[in-house]
């Protein structure tokens, strides 16, 4: 399974780290997630993804449904940098 790293800033890290919708938008797509803050206090967090597939998670985050969680967890979706594993 693939193991991929998102970056990007948010609105709100303490909102951000204590929603569900992650779990609720990658978990029926058989992709799971580890959340990070940075040391520094800035907002800018990440995400540790293990996915099916690479191509998966990028038709996953180009949808509505992905749109529309990241508008409510605050991310900027503007700020995303993607890190593929290997």
Known sequence: MP????VHE????DRWLASPRRDEFFGPLGMTGR????QDGSN???LIVET???EALEEALQSDE???AMKHDGVRP???VILVEG
Not at 10 to 13: E, G, K, L, S
Request: net charge negative.
């Open 3 to 6: 193991t991929v790293i998102a």
């Open 10 to 13: 948010v609105d709100d890290v």
């Open 35 to 38: 959340t990070f803050r940075h």
């Open 44 to 46: 800018r967090v990440g």
């Open 52 to 54: 099916p597939s690479i």
């Open 66 to 68: 992905a749109a529309e």
């Open 78 to 80: 503007e700020t995303m």
